[in-house]
């Protein structure tokens, strides 16, 4: 079955950026079966935040509120795709989860600070 794992520091110092992997095993990312790969975060004592996708062509797609300083990308050859978030501050706090195929798949989600 689809499996996704992220990956990535724990601690990040305000202003600086954030990048998290995600490595997905037991589907290809470039399938369209699969449809998008999410990022999606949840910070302490709040609901889920939706931040972006890249779709199985490569396009990506971000939550307007992020828009200016998020990315996601993909490296097909390892069937992984990360986050760089910058110009972080102590409100990207959260716990990072990436997810896949329609949301169906998540990974373990990782705890990400933001502090100096």
């Known amino acids: 079955q689809v499996q996704l794992q992220e990956s990535g520091p724990g601690l990040v110092k305000p202003s600086q950026s954030l990048s998290l992997t995600c490595t997905v095993s037991g589907g290809s990312i470039t399938t369209a079966y699969y449809n998008n790969w999410s990022w999606i975060r949840q910070p302490p004592g709040k609901g889920l935040e939706w931040m972006g996708a890249?779709?199985?062509?490569?396009?990506?797609y971000y939550s307007p509120s992020l828009k200016s300083r998020i990315s996601i990308s993909r490296d097909t050859s390892k069937n992984q795709f990360t986050l760089q978030l910058d110009s972080v501050t102590p409100e990207d706090t959260a716990i990072y989860y990436c997810?896949?195929?329609?949301?169906?798949?998540w990974g373990q989600g990782t705890q990400v600070t933001v502090s100096s």
């Open positions: 997810a896949g195929g329609d949301y169906n798949y």
């Open positions: 890249i779709v199985s062509s490569g396009s990506p």
